[in-house]
């Protein structure tokens, strides 16, 4: 075994552990026997039972797929658009999620369990069709990503102005959401992040070797045989979709895009096999322990979990920032 | 020698400028053929036609025809057209850390099926490639950090490992200082396949090239050898420069050299003095 295929089996390992781990934390108290024995059908406690089957599992499960669902669409943004700094909420995902959020709230005050995700879901698909839209019309699809800050901005400001004289009550909901938490995850949701994430892993390691004709440019992926734009365009949707299921059911969770395949290419490599691995196994970890820090700090209150992302990916950068600049 | 390419009759015009006229030439197996000319005159929208880049045959404003192996060259699907063709452009570059290696497994792509992974054969078809070109030492190193004529080498190798049969070379000693530029097109003589390449130094196109194709404003002016294309009468019209045409003492080559007037009385006003 080589050495990336045996850095990629001990994450995988770890993988496994941290979700293990992971499930013993929280305000009701679970030790690892007590997990064991409850996993392998024999618990005799059957409040744990309940406790780790219908909230921990499912909870869990969802933070490890979300993870690796944000960090495969950074990483296959970035290495489709040759752009480090591309990710799926630069391309207007997570403001279309939210404006569609808006609107369910403002305009349905009940039934909002299944209609929120699904409004988040539909704002989410309207923006990347938009920005495919103006990138078309340009003619110009290296413009996605300036297309993308564009649309996330009017987005944006369209979801202020319905907030801003929405109903106070609505609009505090509203942002919440968008602050991002796993405490109203069910298993039924594991289930759809799951599929889609299945979906795109396999569309990728398809056109793994496309993708990697990508990275040393549009003209000279053109000349081994890759059509360009349809394989960009293909790789949008799949990251839209991918995000937009997410952000949909667990709220705006920022950074992880752009954080996450960073970091894998420094220790795993580049082209997109082993960044795609990499980044699913490193960003379930990262998230599964995020949300472990969210729900954990604080005694009888959640920390909201894009909170922590977005504070812990700034200091990351800042920190990348400080290291180039003592290596230049 | 048989014909591998025929291209005839090829025009192309956007908004009312011509790009190309009229272009009729072949391209039999084994030449090493080079493209010459002034800048503008058409020698990259050729090697873009020649390789339907982007589908560019396609297009309303494009006609005639360009027959490879006797068969259209827009009923080739892009992978059969990369299976064919290589190409190497002249400046490749990545923002992100890619290896040799990775490199060279792009060469890989036209002949791979969605989801193969790298065979062991693969992998001895690079590291003979690399051989080929003096750089297997280079394998793990990464291709930013190379310098310039190693990264045209790396890319000349990827080209290797597509296993086409034409290779084509858009400017490939731009950016390169002369030791590098001798390096990389003596490199792409000894590999005896097909080359076609543009290139902007007429000395250096008339060392390493059997044959020359020399355009201006679109047009094939004239298509022959060194010696016949590199026709002082005929560059001076083109460059806008008096030129004389040499022997090079050491290659036997034809080389020219260009001369503006002005500097030649300079040089004389110099020189005279010194001949007394």
């Not at chain 1, 990629?8 to 030790?31: C, E, K, N, R």
């Not at chain 1, 591309?86 to 209609?115: E, K």
Request: hydrophobic content about 50%; glycine content about 6%; some cysteine.
């Amino acid at each position: 075994m080589n050495k990336v295929s045996t850095s990629l089996f001990a994450l995988a390992i770890l993988v496994i552990l941290s979700a293990l781990a992971a499930i013993t934390f929280g305000p009701a108290d679970i030790d690892s026997s007590q997990l064991m024995a409850c996993l392998i059908g024999s618990c005799q406690n059957q409040i744990a039972n309940i406790v780790i089957w219908q909230v921990r599992i499912p909870r869990v499960l969802v933070a490890l797929v979300a993870g690796m669902g944000l960090a495969i669409a950074g990483a296959i943004l970035q290495n489709t658009t040759r752009n480090p700094l591309a990710d799926p909420y630069l391309f207007g995902i997570v403001s279309g999620a939210g404006l569609g959020a808006t609107i369910a709230n403002i305009s349905l005050a009940d039934n909002l369990t299944i209609a929120l995700p699904l409004a988040a879901f539909l704002g989410a698909l309207f923006s990347v069709i938009i920005v495919v839209f103006i990138a078309k019309v340009l003619q110009r699809m290296e413009q996605l990503l300036l297309a993308g800050v564009a649309v996330s901005f009017m987005l944006a400001s369209i979801t202020q102005f319905i907030l801003y004289f929405g109903e106070p009550f609505a609009t505090n909901r509203v942002i919440f959401w968008l602050m991002g938490s796993l405490a109203r995850v069910e298993m039924s949701n594991f289930y759809v992040i799951a599929s889609i994430l299945l979906i795109a892993m396999i569309t990728v390691f398809a056109l793994h070797r496309q993708i990697d004709a990508l990275l040393l440019g549009d003209e000279s992926a053109a000349s081994l045989g890759v059509d360009v734009d349809k394989l960009r365009l293909l790789m949008l949707g799949i990251c839209a979709a991918l995000t937009a299921t997410i952000v949909a059911y667990c709220g705006g969770i920022g950074f992880v895009g752009l954080m996450i395949p960073h970091i894998v290419r420094q220790l795993i490599g580049v082209t997109t096999l082993k960044l795609i691995i990499g980044s699913a196994l490193i960003g379930a970890i990262f998230l599964i322990w995020v949300d472990v820090i969210a729900r954990s700090s604080l005694p009888h209150a959640e920390i909201p979990i894009g909170i922590i992302t977005s504070a812990l990916g700034s200091i990351f950068f800042l920190f990348i920032m400080y290291r180039s600049r003592a290596i230049t | 020698m048989s014909t591998l390419l025929n291209i005839s009759g090829l025009s192309w015009k956007v908004l009312n400028k011509t790009i190309l006229q009229d272009i009729n030439f072949t391209v039999s197996k084994g030449e090493v053929i080079g493209i010459i000319g002034p800048n503008g005159a058409g020698k990259t929208s050729l090697l873009r036609c020649i390789i339907n880049q982007a589908n560019i045959l396609a297009s309303v404003s494009v006609s005639g025809s360009v027959h490879l192996k006797n068969r259209l060259i827009t009923q080739f699907s892009a992978k059969e057209i990369a299976q064919h063709f290589a190409l190497v452009m002249q400046k490749n570059d990545s923002i992100f850390a890619l290896s040799v290696q990775d490199v060279m497994k792009m060469g890989l792509l036209p002949h791979k099926s969605l989801f193969s992974l790298d065979s062991d054969y693969d992998k001895s078809q690079i590291e003979l490639a690399l051989s080929k070109v003096g750089l297997s030492h280079a394998l793990e190193s990464l291709f930013n950090q190379l310098s310039g004529g190693e990264q045209q080498r790396v890319l000349i190798a990827r080209a290797l490992v597509q296993a086409s049969q034409i290779l084509i070379l858009d400017e490939p000693t731009n950016h390169l200082d002369v030791y590098y530029q001798h390096q990389v097109l003596q490199l792409v003589n000894k590999l005896n396949i097909t080359v076609i390449m543009t290139v902007h130094d007429l000395n250096l196109a008339s060392l390493y090239c059997q044959r020359l194709l020399l355009l201006n404003k679109g047009k094939l002016i004239c298509d022959g050898s060194p010696k016949e294309v590199l026709a002082p009468e005929q560059l001076s019209k083109i460059f806008g420069l008096p030129c004389q045409q040499n022997v090079d003492a050491i290659t036997g080559a034809t080389q020219v050299s260009f001369y503006l007037e002005e500097s030649c009385m300079q040089y004389s006003a110099i020189s005279e003095p010194l001949s007394e």
